[in-house]
């Protein structure tokens, strides 16, 4: 933005009240708006944010009106594949309907379902492709939707929490906006107290009651006592939010630097301050041995960590420190009860035997006794751990892993995917490996959908249903900004053809068209992935790395 | 955030417990089938058409399970995993149900010799299948490479001209590398390993040109050995090449055997029951 557009934007709310001398010097306010910030300057109709999207900006209205959808919008005005499943005669005519050439795309065949998507239309200008509705109120019915009006911020729990969006809204007017990253977002927090305030009171209010509520531990408390602790609820986050686009040069570093320089949540040694519950992102449990970490185990989205030593230390009087470091792989948001919230409105309200055991003794003959009477856990090995760690695959909910000590290598997963594809696989049987584990370059379908984060026309999204993450081949416009931002090279950019096997071009550039592909995880095929049922050697699977469990059980086979 | 619904989780099992469950379950059947078949012999019903309709059966489903893997996408059908487990202990099943048929004795017509060495030809072929998909993954998993079989002549190519320009370097220098390539090495990167290889692959030819590498040392200046180490390393590489398209290879080869020979098996069964059901007036 130019110095101009900045020095008007400082006359307005909520910069207006913003002191410059609260910003620091390395990223003053007059930096964060030229740096992070953006003006759009949308058409009555232009789609701001849909539904179920992933962002990472928040939104100010400056002039004009955005209209917030209260009800879904049916999928094909999102853009998204409406994923039907084929019938068994669809299914069965695969096998001799099937191109014989390399990304092949008939959209005249597909004409009827085209014409669906009358309602929306595309244009582009210098900051983009803008996909607008036609006629909003045969989209939006009066009275099912919320207007909002200049000086309103809208998008900013999504952008701050990698949350979807949880509505879909429209330009209603000729509309300018002030796109703020959540970089930005998140350094104008720090900085203005009532900007802070606004945010935490929109997220107690909306998810931070039924976040609460979700912890095991704190299931079975009262209403009362879940409204207080929300009241004393810390938030705080760490990492990198753009993880993704730092992760190829992370990986070339050596692993005791990759672990030290993953910022710490809680210090192994240090005192207990209170019960860390993962609100987004992972993080990394690991030990102090020798000269370096050892990974113990990762922490996702719902887990807690401290609660032992806060039973401990409440039950026993003692101040034992955290036995372990809790760290950040990538970025992690936590909420944070603190101790004495913990130990006075939580511990009391639950019964005993639900608490989890006490501490080992630090008396070595009290240890060994102790050790004895514990059950053994089964556990993952542990140099797994730390690959899958290390790679980040424990983003993956649906992660292909292969048995290579089964694999017989006769590829009969690529081209049962290359069957239910059109011919084309998705998939490529490679990818890092560890021991006799093998990841392959097929998406993982992540917890943390960076791929999703920016596309123009909303043609990647996430099935409700089935947690699969799709891309409508009739909306993509081959812009390959999920493609960037995978960092597994889990989704293709191919050039598609014609059945006469000539490339589709473009009719305004004569270029080629791309496509983005992947594996939809043969969500419109009636058996689900058809890798994993292909696989005669009980070799490959589709598993879900987000916790543990799953790999823990399917590699002790 | 959306949570995503998994449609499947891994069941806690292992395969020591399948492998015995499924062999229990197979010796039972047989066991019911040695009855039946007792129980006709001294009812004097003659209870070769049992075994024999039987068998048939049994090759046709085993032989099914070729048509399976061509229809990935029907539910209905079950898993190829759960279909490979029907297809071994089905088919360690059909030798029992072959020996009832053919009365353990071996059979006396040229026809019935035919069908009896193609059907024992298919089902050894099996259990070979059986012991090579169990062994051979391991050994490939070995190694460091894990290339996909139609690429690996690629590879092979790719490490030729690195291996030639690595010599190239050293030329001015010296000669001696360049000769040992020309002499030795040239063989190995450009051509095919022989069929004996392909068919049991060794470590002898890689052990025997690492030492005589290793050997050239003595006639390199410091430099020249980093080539030579650099040398080691491609032979090492391509050595793990070759031993991918060796075993590799061979489990396509043997399905290729396998799955064949299964169809004239098919032809000669249909041929033979058309032959048991003409004659059969005469022995009843």
């Keep these: 933005m130019s110095d101009q557009e900045v020095a008007a934007l400082q006359k307005i709310e909520p910069f207006a009240s913003m002191t410059p001398d609260a910003f620091s010097k390395a990223i003053p306010l007059h930096g964060v708006l030229q740096n992070d910030c953006r003006l759009l300057d949308l058409k009555k109709g232009d789609i701001i944010v849909r539904e179920g999207d992933y962002g990472s900006s928040a939104f100010l209205i400056l002039e004009g009106e955005a209209l917030v959808s209260l009800q879904s919008l049916p999928a094909e005005v999102l853009g998204r594949d409406t994923g039907r499943k084929k019938g068994w005669l669809a299914a069965v005519s695969q096998l001799w309907r099937n191109s014989t050439g390399v990304e092949t795309r008939n959209y005249d065949a597909n004409r009827s379902e085209v014409s669906k998507i009358q309602d929306v239309g595309s244009r582009e200008d210098e900051t983009g492709t803008h996909i607008f509705l036609h006629d909003i109120p045969a989209v939006i019915p009066v009275g099912k939707s919320v207007a909002l009006g200049a000086g309103e911020i809208f998008g900013e729990i999504s952008a701050l929490t990698r949350t979807p969006r949880s509505a879909t809204v429209v330009a209603n007017a000729p509309t300018r906006l002030l796109e703020i990253r959540w970089q930005g977002f998140r350094e104008l927090m720090k900085r203005h107290e009532a900007l802070r305030t606004h945010v935490e009171n929109l997220y107690r209010e909306n998810s931070l009651r039924a976040h609460l509520r979700e912890i095991p531990v704190l299931k079975g408390l009262s209403h009362d006592t879940i409204e207080k602790l929300s009241e004393l609820t810390i938030f705080e986050s760490f990492g990198d939010f753009q993880w993704n686009r730092k992760f190829t040069s992370t990986k070339k570093k050596d692993i005791l630097d990759r672990i030290l320089s993953e910022p710490t949540i809680a210090q192994q040694g240090e005192y207990v301050d209170g019960l860390i519950l993962i609100r987004n992102g992972f993080a990394r449990l690991s030990r102090e041995h020798g000269d370096g970490h050892q990974t113990i185990a990762y922490l996702g989205k719902g887990e807690t960590f401290g609660l032992r030593e806060l039973v401990h230390n409440w039950q026993t009087g003692e101040q034992r420190p955290w036995l372990l470091s809790l760290r950040a792989v990538g970025y992690v948001d936590i909420l944070r009860i603190p101790t004495l919230a913990f130990e006075s409105l939580v511990l009391p309200n639950i019964p005993k035997p639900k608490l989890p055991a006490p501490l080992p003794s630090l008396d070595p003959k009290q240890r060994q006794k102790h050790q004895r009477r514990a059950e053994r856990q089964e556990s993952m090995d542990k140099g797994l751990l730390e690959f899958l760690v290390e790679k980040r695959f424990i983003n993956g909910t649906q992660t292909m892993m292969i048995d290579l000590d089964r694999c017989t290598r006769c590829d009969d997963c690529v081209r049962a995917c290359a069957s239910t594809h059109d011919n084309n696989p998705r998939f490529k049987r490679q990818g890092d490996t560890y021991d006799h584990w093998m990841v392959t370059n097929a998406c993982m379908h992540c917890l943390d959908p960076v791929c999703m984060i920016g596309c123009p026309t909303g043609a990647i999204a996430r099935d409700q249903e089935s947690g699969s993450v799709t891309i409508n081949d009739k909306t993509c416009i081959g812009c390959a900004t999920c493609s960037n931002s995978c960092p597994y090279n889990n989704i293709q950019m191919v050039e598609i053809n014609d059945d006469s096997g000539l490339p589709i071009v473009d009719i305004d550039t004569g270029k080629p068209i791309n496509k983005a592909t992947k594996c939809d995880l043969c969500v419109d095929q009636l058996g689900g992935p058809a890798c994993q049922r292909a696989c005669p050697h009980d070799a490959l699977v589709r598993i879900d790395l987000t916790a543990p469990d799953d790999i823990t059980i399917w590699s002790k086979r | ?284």
């Design chain 2, 1 to 284: 955030m959306t949570q995503p619904n998994l449609k499947s989780k891994p069941r806690r099992f292992r395969f020591s417990k399948r492998r015995i469950r499924n062999s229990i379950i197979t010796l039972v059947i047989i066991a019911i089938l040695s009855v039946i078949v007792y129980a006709q012999n001294q009812s004097l019903i003659h209870s070769s058409f049992t075994t024999g309709y039987l068998l048939m059966t049994c090759i046709v489903f085993l032989a099914a399970f070729n048509l399976r893997k061509k229809i990935t996408f029907l539910p209905a059908i079950g898993s190829a995993k759960f279909w490979m487990q029907l297809h071994i202990y089905v088919g360690l099943a059909t030798f029992a149900i072959f020996g009832f048929h053919i009365a353990w004795h071996v059979p006396n017509g040229a026809f019935e010799l035919l069908l009896a060495g193609l059907y024992l030809t298919v089902a050894l072929s099996g259990v070979y299948g059986l012991y090579a998909t169990r062994i051979f993954p391991a050994k490939l998993t070995g190694l460091n490479e894990e290339p996909i079989f139609e690429r690996i002549p690629f590879f092979q190519q790719r490490l030729a001209v690195q291996a030639r320009k690595l010599v190239l370097q050293t030329c001015e220098a010296t000669d001696v590398l360049a000769n040992f390539y020309s002499n030795r090495l040239a063989a190995f990167f450009e051509r095919p390993r022989s069929l004996a290889y392909l068919v049991r692959p060794t470590g002898r030819v890689r052990r025997q040109l690492i030492t005589e590498i290793e050997d050239l040392d003595r006639f390199l200046a410091e430099d020249q050995r980093q080539v030579s180490r650099e040398l080691t390393q491609l032979v090492k590489q391509r050595d793990d090449l070759d031993y991918h398209y060796a075993l590799q290879g061979r489990l396509k080869v043997w399905l290729f055997i396998h799955i064949g020979l299964t169809y004239s098996l098919l032809i000669v069964a249909v041929l033979h029951m058309i032959l048991a059901h003409a004659f059969d007036g005469g022995l009843q």
